[in-house]
T-cell receptor
């Protein structure tokens, strides 16, 4: 079953703008990860944040985690047309080897 | 990073036929692989966990006899959709961790199955 929801479901912005996606989950986690999926393709790992971390950066990506609210956000700064894709959060839960994915956000960056 | 190869990328078949999808870890050994299913514009739903040398673990609601999983070696897992029907049409993706302690998943490129 899905761990949680992401919002917005779809987001359309102009190149150069920032894009923020939110993810909520339901159970205790070891870590939360964000993945990117281009249409009709597999997923690519972007960034991982552990349950004892609050914020993490990687290039133009910034991830936050609030375990008290069971939520995370992914910020993509200075977006590019090539960032157009679907973005999924995934949770790594204690006692479960597979990741559980959120509902995803479809990002469209207009050139 | 690690590479997971999935084949075929697309298959169209007639209702009632069986389709085999292969998932290979190219530069690492994977004792465990995960099979997901994805409907258009939806999330990934875990179908089963494939374990090398033993039976796969299926998620609730996934028919074991319908979706046969074989993990005969440390680099190959196969998913066979038996007697496929139009409702089995979907995007199937496999994934694996590079090491037992690794936290992130590496994904194959997926297989789009269309059953006529």
């Amino acid at each position: 079953s899905q761990q949680g929801e992401e919002d917005p479901q779809a987001l359309s912005i102009q190149e150069g703008e920032n894009a923020t996606m939110n993810c909520s989950y339901k159970t205790s986690i070891n870590n939360l990860q964000w993945y990117r999926q281009n249409s009709g393709r597999g997923l690519v790992h972007l960034i991982l944040i552990r349950s004892n971390e609050r914020e993490k950066h990687s290039g133009r990506l910034r991830v936050t985690l609030d375990t008290s609210k069971k939520s995370s956000s992914l910020l993509i700064t200075a977006s590019r047309a090539a960032d157009t894709a679907s973005y999924f959060c995934a949770t790594d839960r204690t006692g479960r080897r597979a990741l559980t994915f959120g509902s995803g956000t479809r990002l469209q960056v207009q050139p | 990073g690690a590479v997971v190869s999935q084949h075929p990328s697309r298959v169209i078949c007639k209702s009632g036929t069986s389709v085999k999808i292969e998932c290979r870890s190219l530069d690492f050994q994977a004792t465990t692989m995960f099979w997901y299913r994805q409907f258009p514009k939806q999330s990934l739903m875990l179908m089963a966990t494939s374990n090398e040398g033993s039976k796969a673990t299926y998620e609730q609601g996934v028919e074991k006899d319908k979706f046969l999983i074989n993990h005969a070696s440390l680099t190959l897992s196969t998913l066979t959709v038996t007697s496929a029907h139009p409702e089995d049409s979907s995007f199937y993706i496999c994934s694996a961790r590079e090491g037992a302690g690794d936290e992130k998943l590496f994904f194959g490129s997926g297989t789009q199955l269309s059953v006529l």
